[in-house]
């Protein structure tokens, strides 16, 4: 084990936590931050003073350059081997060379478009086939396939359009319209005018942050105001809403959309239920961690007893400690996959409702082998089209998007 710092007796680890806790996504990010102490806490708890994991958090503010800036402190400065971060994929993009340069281990918490593999980087959140390839399956199974897509012009938006139009076109359905804004920009009026001359049925949402909120009030407002359209005519999904963001848009602009994603509030879970206790707890009654935050978690857990098995913080030993057991963690669980570094994990659909919160309508059977490069469709995907329609699931799944909207 690397001595970087001793203190009263103790070998400390530093471990960076890089994300933007103010900026366009700031309220999201600062659960991330907060899960991931937690988790490091725990991991010290767990070490039982053989080392004790020292958190370095940077505030990024939502600027690609104060990521680089702050990783390179972070590793040059403060002597960080492993950094769990990155909530964007621009983010994650513009720090990339200098992990790899430096040898640098990031643990990625958050969900993401996929066509990626670093070995300096461990994937803990989703991968699109474990996320997108299910929506766009339900979507198929279950909804009129003709989609509008709107969103922030970046990465996320770009390949996870690219992949939904692959599929939906493939499985005899058609996208509309395609839509961009600037990161940031709030000005999406003519978009919602657009979508209420067109009425789609879907509308597929990668918007970030504050635009994304606007959007949905403002589309809210625009069916509730149509002579010829009522909340739940036109039912926008995602891949990115979580339960933070609900108050954000308010009731009842938030109630009736659909999001996949491989952990929600709801699930009933112990390993969940006693998460929850401990993260209110230790931060207030009033919080609680979404998916990404829950991946933070995660990965500072899973992080320490990696360097406890491997005895060190060495980079290589380390990564190859994560990938040799299993985590029982809130969402479930969590394996590494040896050749891609992404993970093994239990996608999820769910509708938004009433209290700011998920109602699960869907969820595969047991972890889905990660496939960052689509390189496989095989029986190995988690498939809920098959599920739905051999036990009535696809109406029952369309009846509980139509109500929840309907009855706000």
Same mark, same amino acid.
């Given at each position: 084990m690397s001595l970087n710092n001793i203190h009263n007796g103790v070998a400390e680890?530093?471990?960076?936590?890089?994300?933007?806790?103010? #900026?366009?996504? #700031?309220?999201?990010?600062?659960?991330?931050?907060?899960? $991931?102490?937690?988790?490091l806490e725990e991991a010290n708890a767990e070490l039982d003073g053989s080392f004790k994991l020292k958190p370095v958090f940077?505030?990024?503010?939502?600027?690609?350059?104060?990521?680089?800036?702050?990783?390179?402190?972070?590793?040059?400065?403060?002597g960080c081997q492993h950094i769990i971060g990155c909530?964007?994929?621009?983010? +994650?993009?513009?720090i990339l060379p200098l992990l790899e340069r430096t040898n640098t281990l990031l643990w990625h918490s958050a969900r993401y478009e996929g066509f990626e593999a670093s070995e300096n980087v461990l994937y803990l959140g989703a991968s699109p086939n474990q996320h997108l390839i299910p929506l766009v399956r339900y979507i198929l199974a279950a909804m009129v396939p003709e989609i509008y897509c709107v969103g922030s012009n970046y990465i996320w938006t770009?390949?996870?359009?690219?992949?939904?139009?692959?599929?939906?076109i493939e499985g005899g359905g058609r996208i509309i319209a395609q839509r961009l804004v600037t990161m940031g920009d709030l000005h999406i009026d003519h978009i919602?005018?657009? %979508?209420?001359?067109?009425?789609?049925?879907?509308?597929?949402?990668?918007?970030? #942050?504050?635009?994304?909120?606007?959007?949905? +009030?403002?589309?809210?407002?625009?069916?509730? $105001?149509?002579?010829?359209? @009522?909340?739940?005519?036109?039912?926008v999904v995602?891949?990115?809403?979580? &339960?933070? @963001?609900?108050?954000?848009?308010? &009731?009842?602009?938030?109630?009736?959309h659909l999001t996949s994603a491989t952990y929600f509030r709801s699930l009933e879970r112990l390993?969940?239920? /006693?998460?929850?206790?401990?993260?209110? &707890?230790?931060?207030?009654?009033?919080?609680?961690?979404?998916?990404?935050? &829950?991946?933070?978690?995660?990965?500072?857990?899973?992080?320490?007893?990696? %360097?406890?098995?491997?005895?060190?913080?060495?980079?290589?030993?380390? +990564? /190859?400690?994560?990938?040799?057991?299993?985590?029982?963690?809130?969402?479930?669980?969590?394996?590494?996959?040896?050749?891609?570094?992404?993970s093994f994990l239990t996608p999820r659909l769910a509708v938004s409702r009433r209290g700011f919160s998920f109602q699960i309508i869907w969820e595969a059977a047991e972890p889905v082998d990660?496939?960052?490069?689509?390189?496989?469709? #095989?029986?190995?995907? $988690?498939r809920p089209e098959t599920e739905w329609k051999a036990k009535g699931s696809s109406a029952r799944a369309r009846h509980v998007v139509d109500t929840e909207a309907k009855e706000s």
């Open positions: 680890i530093p471990v960076g936590i890089l994300y933007s806790i103010t #900026g366009p996504y #700031g309220d999201v990010n600062a659960s991330m931050v907060n899960a $991931a102490i937690l988790g940077k505030d990024c503010h939502g600027k690609l350059s104060t990521y680089s800036k702050n990783c390179e402190r972070m590793i040059y400065e403060e909530y964007t994929s621009a983010a +994650r993009k513009q770009w390949e996870s359009n690219r992949l939904l139009r692959e599929q939906i919602v005018s657009e %979508i209420i001359s067109l009425k789609p049925p879907v509308v597929f949402n990668t918007l970030v #942050g504050e635009a994304s909120y606007r959007f949905y +009030r403002a589309l809210w407002r625009a069916v509730s $105001a149509h002579p010829d359209l @009522e909340p739940g005519d036109i039912t995602s891949c990115s809403l979580c &339960e933070e @963001e609900l108050p954000f848009i308010g &009731e009842p602009a938030s109630i009736g390993e969940n239920v /006693d998460f929850l206790t401990r993260y209110r &707890e230790r931060f207030g009654d009033g919080t609680a961690p979404s998916v990404d935050a &829950e991946s933070a978690y995660v990965c500072a857990r899973i992080l320490g007893r990696s %360097i406890a098995a491997s005895g060190t913080d060495a980079v290589s030993a380390v +990564r /190859d400690a994560a990938k040799t057991f299993s985590f029982e963690a809130p969402e479930g669980t969590v394996r590494i996959d040896r050749t891609t570094n992404h990660p496939d960052p490069f689509l390189v496989w469709q #095989g029986e190995a995907q $988690a």
